[in-house]
């Protein structure tokens, strides 16, 4: 295990979290439970979490999750402050074995102040004093169910480029659709070429936008992070293994942890069989549930427990 890996979160408020504790995370790590049961906010507090470096980053990483949920807001023009964004999180705290953080504001006789806390290190802006820069950490990237924009899979490209591994994108594009030849950048938007001429990437269809988008991140997010809402999104089922291959390769390869979200069992299937053939046992599954008192739980399962529920067809989704 990596010095820099998420290990375990405890979550003491966040968004229908409370109290909530997970542990047993690995390199890769797939997230599955119920429709709305939290899962897509527990990858956005490990997002915030691993992102905390400093007051920036942290208001970033808190914009950043906000703006991915206020997405279509954002394109109908009703929402477009970014103090917006930091303000529709009252109140934000967790700790894991890389930072411990907290975020609340407080508003006392008409006053309005921000309260950042990061590794014991407390921090009160006053609302009139709020300024911030930006700050994007390069290497903790979260692709959401909507899919990355050409922006971001052009940013995430470069990262290929620095590596010189064209070559091997081409090739993973190949076995994912061998109609296509080649992919570029190409007056700033992704293309690729089929028959002999380069197309908008967008005439493709969602799935290879997709499968691209994840193998770019993994470069640009070496030494680092990737979170990935909807990792089926677009992606067909006789594709599965192939892409948890190049997952499991890649990020061991870039040294990268990943996270990331499915509904599917065929995926959660596809998962553990190709952990299986590659021996690689640095992977988890955590399944989020309800006790009895509508608490959120989360059950984890490592490389051996997880082959064991599958083989003995044991009920390990959790929806």
């Known amino acids: 295990m990596n010095d820099h890996f998420l290990t375990d979160i405890e979550i003491e408020q966040f968004k229908c979290f409370t109290d909530f504790k997970a542990s047993g995370f690995k390199r890769v790590n797939l997230i599955g439970g119920k429709n709305n049961i ?10 915030i ?40 999180i009252k109140i934000f705290k967790n700790s894991s074995n890389i930072n411990n953080i907290s975020y609340e504001i407080i508003e006392k006789n008409a006053i309005k102040k921000y309260q950042f806390n ?38 995430a490209y470069q990262s290929i480029q620095k ?38 990437i967008v005439e493709f269809g969602d799935g290879l936008r997709h499968y691209i988008s994840i193998i770019c991140a993994l470069y640009a997010c070496e030494n680092g992070y990737l979170f990935i809402d909807e990792i089926d999104n677009g992606i067909h ?10 997952i499991l390769t890649l990020s061991k390869k870039t040294n ?51 082959l064991d529920s599958i083989e003995q067809e044991r009920e390990v989704r959790g929806w």
């Not at 959660?268 to 008192?293: C, G, H, M, P, W």
């Open 256 to 306: 990268c942890q990943l996270f990331a979200i499915t509904h599917s069992k065929e995926m959660l299937e596809s998962f553990a069989r190709v952990a299986k053939k590659l021996n690689d046992q640095d992977i988890s599954y955590t399944t989020l549930v309800k006790n009895k008192q509508q608490e959120i739980m989360a059950i984890t399962r490592d490389y051996e427990m997880l």
């Open 38 to 47: 939290g899962k897509t906010a527990f990858m956005e507090a490990c997002f």
């Open 118 to 155: 990061i590794n014991k290190k407390p921090i009160t802006i006053d609302n009139k004093d709020l300024t911030f820069t930006h700050k994007l950490i390069d290497n903790i990237n979260f692709i959401d169910n909507f899919g990355w924009p050409n922006r971001a899979v052009c940013r």
């Open 49 to 88: 979490n691993v992102h905390a470096t400093t007051v920036n980053a942290m208001i970033t990483a808190i914009i950043i999750i906000k703006f991915r949920r206020e997405i279509l807001n954002v394109v109908d023009s009703t929402v477009s402050e970014h103090r917006d964004y930091l303000d529709a």
């Open 163 to 200: 590596h010189d591994q064209e070559d091997e994108l081409n090739s993973f594009i190949h076995e994912f659709d061998n109609n296509i030849d080649n992919f570029k950048v190409i007056d700033g938007k992704p293309q690729c070429k089929t028959n002999g001429e380069y197309r908008d």
């Open 237 to 246: 089922y006789s594709q599965l293994d192939k892409l948890w291959e190049l």
